[in-house]
């Protein structure tokens, strides 16, 4: 997606040859007129899929899932990173998600009442890296019962494990923008044959 | 709001006299239409204040946040729970928090690259409680140097103090459900003057 990528090469940040920093208009502040134009995008590739629901992880995923379920008109479900006071162990489905960022494990979790073995899931995060909030996620649709239509991404970073991981599992990934190199700090990307 | 005072009837769950559930629409799973109606609501009541930034705090004021700024057509600010390790101590503003329902206290954080003594800041959240968050975030404004046009919440437990220490600083409050009662488990609707 052009505007993406012209908005990652004038306002992200590169560190470390590795981390791209996007918090002027993704995740920290969010541009909110990007995000109507990235959710329209997501919507247009997945649009034939019969979604009935979005899934997400808290936090950064909670504005694009949101804005995609509006054009879809279906319920937007974010996990939790916490189990919520108000929820039973055998209310939830959960699943562990590695940070390699953080090196931390946490167990997230999503009510039972919300995804059934009729819905038809796409998942919507900001970032796709090394693919473990997205595989996390996957094990909540597959304990559902529910079919996953596909997983929508804003950010790829394609040098990263993730989307390989999603593929060799037969996932249809649509991701804005992918970025095939961080390194000397400099943004490569990866304009690939299903570049939306 | 009519609409939501009725979904709050029908698919709400009171706990304890004093604990509203509201995760089948709100803030676990979000239904995206009716997100979208309370968003152009709180779009309507604030529309000549000039809005130029949107404040939330994450994680479940991120949805309505986004989509109060996508109809204003303003940049949203959603302040972190922990410091980005992208961050530096003097990059940001900071306030603390304390929660009576966790009864713990977080340091909230935005980067002072987000708002400025320009800004005309409306803060958003789902929840009006005791207004501890709201208290945090307007802490974050003042220290900006930026202006503060009002309050959009979309469910208030006027029962606690929130209110009473937002209309003591003469702030303007919009809530789209105030809530006079849970005693008995059940809930009783606070209609006010301002309705909407």
Redesign the interface.
Known sequence: MELLREMVLTDGKV?DNN?L?V???LN??????L??KMAETLRDYFKDKEVTKILTI??SG??PA??V??L???????A?KSK?S?LKNNDIYEAQVHSYTKNITNTIV??N??INRDDKVLIIDDFLANGQATLGLMQIVEQAGASLVGVGILIEKSFQSGRHLLEERGINVCSLCRIASLENNKVTFNIADDER
């Open positions: 560190y981390v920093k918090d002027s208009f920290h502040q969010i541009d909110a007129d995000m109507l808290e936090a909670i504005a949101i804005m379920a509006n879809f008109k279906v319920p937007m479900v974010f939790k919520p108000t999503v009510s009442k919300f």
